[in-house]
Each structure stands twice: as structure tokens, then as C-alpha cells.
């Protein structure tokens, strides 16, 4: 008497063991995306909370605060006496302005200030040193003079011309006091919670290389995916490199209106 084998054959297991794992697989590329966007809105929280929280410093203290310095790396700005700066570029001095420190990936805010870094400036733009009562662009003091040296760049359609275009390099502001930033998912530049740097930007993402080349121009464009070939250039031809840095920064025009609203300058 035969008996018919009521289990799986091997290749019937087969079969279900790949169907499964194509289903599993399928849900994870939308899944690991719906996580990076979660990231991202919640770290652009975070940086809107620290602009506001440099707003805030402003107007208590009639100045912005100094950077916090990657060797200290302490939460709190690191002044050279009362009119100058250890650094103009570093990290958040989050302590000092009581908002988080960190992005939704455990990395340092990243903080760039219009600010002198010698005990004796001399002239220049500092927005880190009170006013002195005379209003100059020179002084090197923070008054309704002054001109914040920070340039955000940015890419997109050029009006000038009647293509669309979406790689044309431009200025999106300028004369900004400060800026704050996050690398992104990707974390090129950055520095974790624990002091310990993340890996370099490649070479070919110009416009990420340029957030972390300690100069005062920045870029901030919209997030592009990792992808070859690339070019950050305004070759339409080619597309963008890779960019998931966020930035937000301080409008002149609204720093100087909170602060004479105020009263801290006239």
C-alpha cells in the first residue's frame, strides 16, 4: 500500500524560501527610506530649534555666541577674552543655548559664526562682541552696521535663461551673521556624539566638500542620491553627486529687528 508524502518537496521549499525573501526584500528599500526621511525631518527640527536658540542668545546677550572648538568639544562656546573667538567654525555650543546638540544620527551640529578670532581684531565683521555705540561695518562689534560674512550657495533653474535648468550654481543669501548644519544620513565630515570623525567626503561630491572646508561659503541644494557618474558642476548633461547635508542659517534683516525690538541696539 502506497502512502502519498504529505510535506514539502525540496524544490517546493525552494520556491517558497525565494518568494519569501524577494517579499522581505521588497520592503526593505521603503522601509530604510521611510526611516532616512524620518531622520531628516527630525533633525531639521533640531537645527530650526538651534537658530532660534542663537535668536535667543542674541537677544540676552546683545552678541552671538563663539563656537564650541573640536578640541574642547564641551557644549559651550570658546571665547578668547570678551570680543573675540577661539574659532569662527565649529560645533554648537548647545549647552550654552540649552537646545540639542546632535542630529537624529548621533552626529555634532556643526556651527559657522561671523566672528574675530584674535584677542586684538582690530577691524572687521563680530557679530561675537557687543556694540561699542558706534555703529561701523568695521569695528568689529555687533550693531545695525555690521555685515555677516557666511555665503549659501545653492543650485537650480538660472532665470537668465529660457531653458529649465536645475544645476546652475547661484547665491541664495548672503552677508548671513551664522549658520548651522547637519551632514546628513551619510555623516561625510561629521563627528559622532563621541568625538570620533566619520568618513571624509569623497573627492567627487564638490559641493558637500565644501561645507566642511572651513572657509564661509556653504552649499545647500536639494538631497540627491548616491549615483555614477556625477558631477557637481552645471553640466546639465551629468547628474549631481550625492548631497544630504542640512543646513539653516540667520537672516541678517531678522537678527537686527529682534535685536532693536529689544532694545539692544538702537
Same mark, same amino acid.
Given at each position: 500500500?502506497?502512502?502519498?508524502?504529505?510535506?514539502?518537496?525540496?524544490?517546493?521549499?525552494?520556491?517558497?524560501?525565494?518568494?519569501?525573501?524577494?517579499?522581505?526584500?521588497?520592503?526593505?528599500?521603503?522601509?530604510?527610506?521611510?526611516?532616512?526621511?524620518?531622520?531628516?525631518?527630525?533633525?531639521?527640527?533640531?537645527?530650526?530649534?538651534?537658530?532660534?536658540?542663537?535668536?535667543?542668545?542674541?537677544?540676552?546677550?546683545?552678541?552671538?555666541?563663539?563656537?564650541?572648538?573640536?578640541?574642547?568639544?564641551?557644549?559651550?562656546?570658546?571665547?578668547?577674552?570678551?570680543?573675540?573667538?577661539?574659532?569662527?567654525?565649529?560645533?554648537?555650543?548647545?549647552?550654552?543655548?540649552?537646545?540639542?546638540?546632535?542630529?537624529?544620527?548621533?552626529?555634532?551640529?556643526?556651527?559657522?559664526?561671523?566672528?574675530?578670532?584674535?584677542?586684538?581684531?582690530?577691524?572687521?565683521?563680530?557679530?561675537?562682541?557687543?556694540?561699542?555705540?558706534?555703529?561701523?561695518?568695521?569695528?568689529?562689534?555687533?550693531?545695525?552696521?555690521?555685515?555677516?560674512?557666511?555665503?549659501?550657495?545653492?543650485?537650480?533653474?538660472?532665470?537668465?535663461?529660457?531653458?529649465?535648468?536645475?544645476?546652475?550654481?547661484?547665491?541664495?543669501?548672503?552677508?548671513?551673521?551664522?549658520?548651522?548644519?547637519?551632514?546628513?544620513?551619510?555623516?561625510?565630515? #561629521? &563627528?559622532?556624539?563621541?568625538?570620533?570623525?566619520? *568618513?571624509?567626503?569623497?573627492?567627487? /561630491?564638490? !559641493? =558637500?566638500? %565644501?561645507? $566642511?572646508?572651513?572657509? #564661509? &561659503?556653504?552649499?545647500?541644494?536639494?538631497?540627491? *542620491?548616491?549615483?555614477?557618474?556625477? /558631477?557637481? !558642476? =552645471?553640466? %546639465?548633461? $551629468?547628474?549631481?553627486?550625492?548631497?544630504?547635508?542640512?543646513?539653516?542659517?540667520?537672516?541678517?534683516?531678522?537678527?537686527? /529687528?529682534?535685536?532693536?525690538?529689544?532694545?539692544?541696539?538702537?
Amino acid at each position: 500500500m502506497n502512502r502519498k508524502n504529505s510535506g514539502f518537496t525540496l524544490l517546493e521549499m525552494a520556491v517558497v524560501l525565494f518568494i519569501a525573501g524577494a517579499l522581505f526584500a521588497a520592503t526593505l528599500t521603503p522601509l530604510r527610506v521611510q526611516l532616512e526621511s524620518r531622520a531628516r525631518r527630525a533633525t531639521e527640527v533640531i537645527l530650526e530649534q538651534s537658530v532660534e536658540g542663537l535668536y535667543g542668545f542674541a537677544l540676552a546677550f546683545a552678541r552671538l555666541p563663539c563656537p564650541d572648538a573640536e578640541q574642547s568639544s564641551n557644549g559651550r562656546e570658546d571665547r578668547l577674552g570678551t570680543r573675540a573667538c577661539l574659532t569662527n567654525e565649529g560645533f554648537l555650543p548647545y549647552v550654552d543655548l540649552g537646545v540639542p546638540g546632535y542630529d537624529a544620527w548621533g552626529n555634532r551640529v556643526r556651527y559657522r559664526v561671523t566672528a574675530a578670532t584674535s584677542l586684538s581684531p582690530g577691524s572687521g565683521a563680530n557679530f561675537a562682541a557687543t556694540d561699542d555705540g558706534i555703529c561701523r561695518s568695521d569695528d568689529g562689534d555687533l550693531d545695525l552696521c555690521e555685515m555677516g560674512d557666511v555665503e549659501i550657495r545653492t543650485r537650480g533653474d538660472n532665470p537668465a535663461t529660457p531653458l529649465a535648468e536645475g544645476e546652475f550654481d547661484f547665491v541664495q543669501a548672503n552677508a548671513v551673521p551664522a549658520v548651522v548644519l547637519s551632514h546628513g544620513a551619510n555623516g561625510y565630515g #561629521a &563627528v559622532s556624539q563621541q568625538g570620533r570623525p566619520r *568618513a571624509r567626503v569623497p573627492a567627487r /561630491n564638490r !559641493d =558637500e566638500s %565644501e561645507n $566642511v572646508d572651513s572657509d #564661509a &561659503v556653504f552649499y545647500a541644494r536639494i538631497y540627491a *542620491a548616491d549615483q555614477s557618474p556625477c /558631477n557637481d !558642476d =552645471e553640466n %546639465e548633461s $551629468v547628474a549631481m553627486c550625492e548631497f544630504d547635508d542640512i543646513l539653516r542659517w540667520l537672516s541678517p534683516t531678522i537678527l537686527n /529687528n529682534r535685536l532693536v525690538s529689544a532694545g539692544q541696539l538702537p
